[in-house]
């Protein structure tokens, strides 16, 4: 076993504070679309949104396999929850980690670890998904300030963040060679919270369109330097890869948890349905895959740790567990037969909540454009 004793650990603190604290609202959040604020911030108190980053800014340290193996027991239990989570952690805090001044992270890192602050990613426009370079908000200099105009769409935690990294084209001639990352802040002028998004699964995730109107964001709160900002957010999106993909790969767990126990119950023609060679099958299939796809993950996970290329392994990881996700929710309702399609029952809102894992943070189709680009420069 690869694992450490102290990841070890990790994963079963997890595990039972999911089990007790997320999993018991979690079906109920669905169908309310409450956002779980409160445990988000437990969360917080308890160290898990500070894993990955250091004790200096009120992180937990340990490394991004600590990360994945937190992520994916939180999506056992809640999928709406891991979104929300993910999000804060990979796509707030962690470019602000790795690009902020050491000024930018002591003011705003502290909160965001600690769950007293929610954060938010703020790239997709209604006019640009995964051509992200295309974006249109622009940011304009003017003295010790530059001008936010413009709108992002699909922002996850957006209603509740107090942080946004935003993205915005400070030299609009010069194509994804103009963008600009920024830090800014809820409460600064001409920052406009949209409306919240009623989505087909993860709903109690809170995702919203999020529009900047003359917003003035003091220049000490550009992130990185100007006109680097694609690159910021390219290499912050590997990261977050890793994370879906553990997101899917709990999801698909808990859907093939929850059937196989299901199917040891559940009698028909005068025994259980796991007696039945086509229900063993789907059972042997979705323990094979899902075994596979959490060895993707943690692979690249640990190059990543390891200071390595891990792009390529992240895009792979996300590919392939986001899609075997969708393949094992749709067993697990299978296996359940019209229970499943019942909301009575777990396995359709895990199969609702693992779609968004083949869209968010790069389709499936631009993990294989990324993937094949990687394979051909290898192979000459």
Same mark, same amino acid.
């Given at each position: 076993m690869y694992l450490t004793e102290e990841q070890i650990m990790l994963r079963d603190t997890v595990r039972e504070f999911a089990k007790k604290v997320i999993e018991p609202i979690a079906a109920e959040i669905d169908i309310t679309v409450v956002f779980p604020a409160d445990n988000l911030r437990k969360m917080g108190e308890l160290g898990f949104l500070g894993i990955g980053f250091s004790a200096e800014y009120g992180g937990s340290e340990m490394d991004t396999l600590s990360f994945a193996l937190m992520i994916e027991e939180v999506a056992k239990? %809640?999928?709406? =929850? #891991?979104?929300?989570?993910?999000?804060? %952690?990979? !796509?707030? %805090?962690?470019?602000?980690?790795? /690009?902020? =001044?050491?000024?930018?992270?002591k003011k705003y890192l502290p909160d965001l670890l600690t769950g007293k602050k929610f954060g938010s /990613?703020?790239? =997709? *426009?209604?006019?640009?998904?995964?051509?992200?370079?295309s974006l249109s908000t #622009?940011?304009? @200099?003017?003295g010790d300030f530059y001008i936010l105009n413009g709108s992002k769409m699909y922002v996850t935690n957006g209603g509740y963040a107090g942080t946004y990294v935003v993205f915005a084209k400070t030299n609009p001639e010069a194509g994804t060679k103009g963008i600009s990352a920024f830090i800014v802040e809820r409460? &600064?002028?001409?920052?406009?919270?949209?409306?919240? *998004?009623?989505? !087909?699964?993860l709903r109690a995730s809170d995702t919203r369109q999020i529009s900047f109107d003359q917003c003035r964001v003091p220049a000490v709160n550009l992130l990185g330097k100007e006109n680097e900002g694609f690159k910021i957010a390219l290499q912050t999106l590997d990261g977050g890869r890793i994370g879906i993909g553990a997101m899917a790969v709990g999801l698909a767990q808990a859907a093939m948890e929850k059937? #196989?126990?299901?199917?040891?119950e559940r009698k028909a023609f005068g025994q259980? +349905?796991?007696? &039945?060679q086509a229900i063993r099958w789907y059972i042997a299939d979705m323990a094979t895959e899902i075994h596979g796809a959490r060895l993707m993950v943690h692979h690249a996970a640990r190059l990543k740790d390891d200071g390595k290329p891990y792009l390529k392994e992240a895009a792979m990881a996300k590919l392939f567990a986001s899609?075997?996700?969708?393949?094992?929710?749709?067993?697990? +309702?299978? +296996?359940?037969g019209g229970y499943g399609y019942i909301m009575d029952y777990p396995v359709e809102r895990y199969w609702r909540d693992a779609k968004l894992t083949e869209i968010g943070e790069g389709t499936?189709?631009?993990?294989?454009?990324?993937?094949? @680009? *990687?394979?051909?420069? *290898?192979i000459a």
């Open positions: 239990a %809640c999928g709406s =929850t #891991t979104l929300s989570v993910a999000a804060h %952690c990979s !796509l707030c %805090c962690g470019p602000i980690a790795a /690009f902020g =001044t050491e000024a930018q992270k /990613f703020c790239l =997709t *426009e209604p006019h640009s998904g995964s051509d992200s370079g #622009t940011a304009r @200099r003017d409460d &600064f002028p001409g920052v406009i919270i949209g409306k919240k *998004e009623n989505k !087909l699964g059937s #196989t126990a299901y199917a040891k259980a +349905i796991a007696e &039945f899609e075997m996700a969708m393949r094992a929710c749709n067993k697990a +309702i299978q +296996i359940y499936s189709e631009v993990q294989r454009l990324v993937i094949s @680009r *990687e394979v051909l420069k *290898e």
